[in-house]
């Protein structure tokens, strides 16, 4: 009986878009996966990045992500202190109820409205240069 299977990934560091992975496949062995690899590293994309490659050993029937995860937006936040409106794009994690916790750090040298660990409500708001979420008030 088979307890255990092999992921093939291929992982990649994107200065635009940050961290890029792919699952390739699951397979019963490790020597499966790495014939895929021999089979998809002249590929294109998989040819410029032949060390993204990646082989993972996972036991059956278990949970294998069991903490939840969180949602981090963008937020723009108003600073204090600065003689005229000035936004620092920051990151908040979304909370239920249309809420953000506002996540740190604060740079030293900034003051934000709001600072890291503030639960806020925010609107979308026209900017000149679009459209954005902006901190408007505590929760």
């Not at 992975?21 to 020597?31: N, Q």
């Amino acid at each position: 009986m088979m307890d255990h299977v092999f992921l093939l990934h291929h992982v990649r560091e994107d200065d635009e878009y940050g961290e890029d992975a792919k699952l390739i496949g699951v397979y019963r062995s490790a020597s499966a996966a790495e014939q895929a690899i021999g089979r998809l590293s002249s590929q294109p994309g998989f040819s410029d990045y032949p060390q993204g490659f990646q082989i993972g050993k996972m036991p059956l029937d278990k949970d294998h992500w069991e903490e939840g995860f969180v949602r981090i937006v963008g937020v723009l936040m108003p600073l204090e202190g600065e003689g005229t409106d000035v936004w620092r794009a920051v990151g908040a994690q979304l909370l239920a109820g249309d809420r953000f916790e506002i996540i740190g750090p604060m740079p030293d040298d900034e003051v934000w409205r709001y600072p890291p660990g503030s639960i806020v409500h925010c609107e979308i708001q026209q900017r000149e240069d679009g459209e954005a979420l902006v901190a408007v008030a505590r929760a």
